[in-house]
Protein backbone atom coordinates (compact mmCIF):
# COMPACT_ATOMS: atom_id res chain seq x y z
CA UNK A 1 0.00 0.00 0.00
CA UNK A 2 2.87 1.91 0.76
CA UNK A 3 4.99 1.44 -2.01
CA UNK A 4 1.72 2.43 -4.38
CA UNK A 5 1.48 5.83 -2.36
CA UNK A 6 -1.05 5.46 0.27
CA UNK A 7 -0.37 6.92 3.59
CA UNK A 8 -0.81 4.26 6.60
CA UNK A 9 -2.43 4.06 9.91
CA UNK A 10 -0.50 0.29 11.49
CA UNK A 11 -2.18 -0.91 14.02
CA UNK A 12 -1.03 -3.51 16.57
CA UNK A 13 -2.12 -5.17 19.77
CA UNK A 14 1.66 -5.88 20.89
CA UNK A 15 3.81 -6.32 18.13
CA UNK A 16 4.77 -2.24 18.75
CA UNK A 17 8.43 -2.71 17.78
CA UNK A 18 7.26 -4.48 14.34
CA UNK A 19 4.91 -1.71 13.60
CA UNK A 20 7.58 0.59 14.41
CA UNK A 21 9.88 -0.82 12.28
CA UNK A 22 7.50 -0.65 9.31
CA UNK A 23 6.58 2.56 9.43
CA UNK A 24 10.37 4.00 10.03
CA UNK A 25 10.30 2.02 6.57
CA UNK A 26 7.45 3.72 5.26
CA UNK A 27 8.34 7.09 6.69
CA UNK A 28 6.98 9.10 9.41
CA UNK A 29 5.61 11.54 7.45
CA UNK A 30 3.21 9.20 5.73
CA UNK A 31 2.72 6.59 8.12
CA UNK A 32 1.41 6.57 11.97
CA UNK A 33 1.25 3.49 14.61
CA UNK A 34 -1.28 2.91 16.50
CA UNK A 35 -2.43 0.50 20.04
CA UNK A 36 -5.74 -1.34 19.80
CA UNK A 37 -6.92 -4.41 20.52
CA UNK A 38 -9.93 -4.78 18.11
CA UNK A 39 -11.82 -7.49 20.37
CA UNK A 40 -12.36 -4.19 22.20
CA UNK A 41 -15.55 -1.43 20.85
CA UNK A 42 -13.79 1.45 22.81
CA UNK A 43 -10.29 0.67 21.34
CA UNK A 44 -11.48 0.36 18.07
CA UNK A 45 -13.19 3.80 17.95
CA UNK A 46 -9.88 5.30 19.44
CA UNK A 47 -8.07 3.61 16.25
CA UNK A 48 -10.39 5.28 13.72
CA UNK A 49 -10.69 8.35 15.78
CA UNK A 50 -6.57 8.63 16.06
CA UNK A 51 -6.36 8.18 12.13
CA UNK A 52 -8.80 10.58 11.19
CA UNK A 53 -6.55 13.09 13.48
CA UNK A 54 -3.43 12.13 11.54
CA UNK A 55 -4.51 12.09 8.22
CA UNK A 56 -7.58 14.35 8.06
CA UNK A 57 -9.63 10.73 6.28
CA UNK A 58 -10.34 7.22 5.76
CA UNK A 59 -10.06 6.36 1.96
CA UNK A 60 -9.32 2.40 2.79
CA UNK A 61 -9.63 0.00 5.80
CA UNK A 62 -8.08 -3.59 5.69
CA UNK A 63 -9.66 -5.61 8.61
CA UNK A 64 -6.59 -7.93 8.92
CA UNK A 65 -6.70 -8.73 12.36
CA UNK A 66 -7.42 -11.95 13.66
CA UNK A 67 -7.26 -14.37 16.37
CA UNK A 68 -6.77 -18.46 15.73
CA UNK A 69 -6.40 -20.68 18.70
CA UNK A 70 -7.32 -25.07 18.82
CA UNK A 71 -10.13 -25.50 20.43
CA UNK A 72 -11.56 -28.62 19.83
CA UNK A 73 -15.25 -30.09 20.03
CA UNK A 74 -13.90 -32.77 22.93
CA UNK A 75 -12.17 -30.58 25.17
CA UNK A 76 -13.39 -30.52 28.72
CA UNK A 77 -13.18 -27.38 29.95
CA UNK A 78 -16.43 -25.88 28.83
CA UNK A 79 -15.45 -22.19 29.85
CA UNK A 80 -12.30 -22.40 28.05
CA UNK A 81 -14.44 -23.42 24.93
CA UNK A 82 -17.03 -20.67 25.16
CA UNK A 83 -14.18 -18.45 26.00
CA UNK A 84 -12.64 -19.68 23.08
CA UNK A 85 -15.90 -18.87 21.10
CA UNK A 86 -16.50 -15.08 22.43
CA UNK A 87 -13.15 -13.77 22.12
CA UNK A 88 -12.83 -15.41 18.35
CA UNK A 89 -15.92 -13.68 17.39
CA UNK A 90 -14.95 -10.21 19.01
CA UNK A 91 -11.86 -9.68 16.92
CA UNK A 92 -12.26 -11.40 13.76
CA UNK A 93 -15.89 -10.33 13.52
CA UNK A 94 -17.31 -7.44 15.64
CA UNK A 95 -13.61 -5.72 15.74
CA UNK A 96 -14.85 -5.42 11.84
CA UNK A 97 -17.92 -4.56 11.57
CA UNK A 98 -17.38 -2.11 14.36
CA UNK A 99 -14.26 -0.79 12.33
CA UNK A 100 -16.61 -0.49 8.75
CA UNK A 101 -19.10 1.33 10.96
CA UNK A 102 -17.03 4.11 11.67
CA UNK A 103 -14.72 4.19 8.83
CA UNK A 104 -18.23 4.49 7.01
CA UNK A 105 -19.22 7.35 8.60
CA UNK A 106 -16.43 9.40 6.96
CA UNK A 107 -16.41 7.28 3.82
CA UNK A 108 -19.98 8.38 3.40
CA UNK A 109 -19.51 12.56 4.09
CA UNK A 110 -16.85 12.02 1.56
CA UNK A 111 -17.23 10.50 -1.58
CA UNK A 112 -16.74 6.89 -0.85
CA UNK A 113 -14.07 4.61 -0.10
CA UNK A 114 -12.65 0.95 0.11
CA UNK A 115 -13.66 -2.19 2.70
CA UNK A 116 -11.81 -5.32 2.45
CA UNK A 117 -12.23 -8.10 4.94
CA UNK A 118 -9.66 -10.78 4.94
CA UNK A 119 -11.52 -14.07 5.45
CA UNK A 120 -9.92 -17.51 4.84
CA UNK A 121 -10.41 -20.61 3.36
CA UNK A 122 -12.11 -22.25 6.83
CA UNK A 123 -15.00 -19.84 6.21
CA UNK A 124 -16.25 -22.71 3.88
CA UNK A 125 -14.73 -25.86 4.83
CA UNK A 126 -15.59 -27.00 8.25
CA UNK A 127 -13.17 -26.82 10.48
CA UNK A 128 -12.21 -29.93 12.94
CA UNK A 129 -9.87 -28.32 15.45
CA UNK A 130 -11.05 -24.53 15.36
CA UNK A 131 -14.46 -24.37 14.52
CA UNK A 132 -15.39 -21.08 16.23
CA UNK A 133 -12.59 -19.94 13.98
CA UNK A 134 -14.04 -21.25 10.47
CA UNK A 135 -17.45 -19.83 11.64
CA UNK A 136 -16.08 -16.52 12.16
CA UNK A 137 -14.13 -16.42 8.83
CA UNK A 138 -18.01 -17.39 7.20
CA UNK A 139 -19.29 -14.61 9.33
CA UNK A 140 -16.78 -12.16 8.03
CA UNK A 141 -17.32 -13.40 4.11
CA UNK A 142 -21.69 -12.24 4.79
CA UNK A 143 -20.59 -9.44 6.74
CA UNK A 144 -18.64 -8.19 3.34
CA UNK A 145 -21.52 -9.02 1.56
CA UNK A 146 -24.16 -7.35 3.27
CA UNK A 147 -21.76 -4.44 3.31
CA UNK A 148 -21.96 -4.36 -0.25
CA UNK A 149 -25.30 -4.46 -0.90
CA UNK A 150 -26.13 -1.71 2.03
CA UNK A 151 -23.27 0.51 0.77
CA UNK A 152 -22.36 0.83 -2.98
CA UNK A 153 -25.31 3.50 -3.48
CA UNK A 154 -22.42 5.41 -1.73
CA UNK A 155 -19.61 4.51 -3.45
CA UNK A 156 -18.49 2.22 -0.80
CA UNK A 157 -17.14 -0.98 -2.08
CA UNK A 158 -16.84 -3.57 0.09
CA UNK A 159 -14.93 -7.54 -0.54
CA UNK A 160 -13.13 -10.03 0.53
CA UNK A 161 -9.63 -12.51 0.31
CA UNK A 162 -10.33 -15.63 1.65
CA UNK A 163 -6.29 -17.01 2.01
CA UNK A 164 -5.59 -20.77 2.71
CA UNK A 165 -2.23 -21.08 5.55
CA UNK A 166 -0.13 -17.69 5.08
CA UNK A 167 3.41 -17.77 6.36
CA UNK A 168 2.92 -15.69 9.26
CA UNK A 169 3.49 -16.18 13.25
CA UNK A 170 -0.24 -16.70 13.62
CA UNK A 171 -0.04 -19.67 11.35
CA UNK A 172 3.97 -20.26 12.31
CA UNK A 173 2.24 -23.53 15.53
CA UNK A 174 0.21 -25.05 13.45
CA UNK A 175 2.85 -25.01 10.38
CA UNK A 176 5.00 -26.75 12.46
CA UNK A 177 2.78 -29.37 13.47
CA UNK A 178 1.05 -30.36 10.05
CA UNK A 179 3.39 -28.58 8.04
CA UNK A 180 3.92 -31.58 5.66
CA UNK A 181 0.40 -32.48 5.69
CA UNK A 182 -0.51 -28.76 4.56
CA UNK A 183 1.81 -28.71 1.90
CA UNK A 184 0.58 -31.62 0.80
CA UNK A 185 -2.98 -29.96 0.08
CA UNK A 186 -1.55 -27.15 -2.37
CA UNK A 187 -1.01 -28.32 -5.82
CA UNK A 188 1.29 -25.17 -5.87
CA UNK A 189 3.39 -26.78 -3.24
CA UNK A 190 3.95 -24.13 -0.77
CA UNK A 191 2.08 -22.03 1.57
CA UNK A 192 1.33 -18.17 1.14
CA UNK A 193 3.89 -15.20 1.47
CA UNK A 194 2.43 -12.57 2.81
CA UNK A 195 3.10 -10.60 -0.15
CA UNK A 196 0.38 -13.35 -2.20
CA UNK A 197 -2.60 -11.81 -0.60
CA UNK A 198 -0.99 -8.41 0.33
CA UNK A 199 -1.13 -7.96 -3.37
CA UNK A 200 -4.40 -9.02 -4.16
CA UNK A 201 -5.71 -6.50 -1.19
CA UNK A 202 -3.76 -3.99 -2.91
CA UNK A 203 -5.85 -4.86 -6.42
CA UNK A 204 -9.14 -4.53 -4.63
CA UNK A 205 -8.21 -1.26 -3.13
CA UNK A 206 -7.28 0.14 -6.26
CA UNK A 207 -9.52 1.86 -8.91
CA UNK A 208 -9.39 -1.37 -11.04
CA UNK A 209 -11.51 -3.51 -9.00
CA UNK A 210 -14.91 -0.82 -8.45
CA UNK A 211 -17.06 -3.08 -10.03
CA UNK A 212 -16.59 -5.63 -7.89
CA UNK A 213 -18.57 -5.07 -5.08
CA UNK A 214 -19.63 -7.82 -2.37
CA UNK A 215 -16.56 -10.69 -4.10
CA UNK A 216 -14.62 -12.98 -1.98
CA UNK A 217 -11.07 -14.01 -3.62
CA UNK A 218 -9.52 -17.47 -2.86
CA UNK A 219 -5.55 -17.10 -2.08
CA UNK A 220 -4.99 -20.80 -1.12
CA UNK A 221 -2.86 -22.03 -4.16
CA UNK A 222 -5.36 -24.05 -5.43
CA UNK A 223 -5.95 -26.08 -2.15
CA UNK A 224 -9.47 -25.59 -1.74
CA UNK A 225 -12.27 -25.06 -4.08
CA UNK A 226 -16.14 -23.71 -3.48
Known amino acids: MAAAGASIAINHRSSEEDAETLSQQIGSERSVVIRADVGDPFQV ?3 IQGTLDRFGRIDILVNNAATFALNTFDRDDYEQWRYGWQRTFE ?3 FGAANAAFLAMRWMRENGGGKII ?7 FRGETEFADYGASKAALVNLTRSLARSCAADNIIASCVAPGFVDTSMAAEELERHGDEIIAQIPIGRVAEVADVAN ?3 FLASPLSDYLAGVTIDVNGGSYFH
Open 91 to 93: VNV
Open 117 to 123: NVASRAA
Open 45 to 47: ESM
Open 200 to 202: VIL
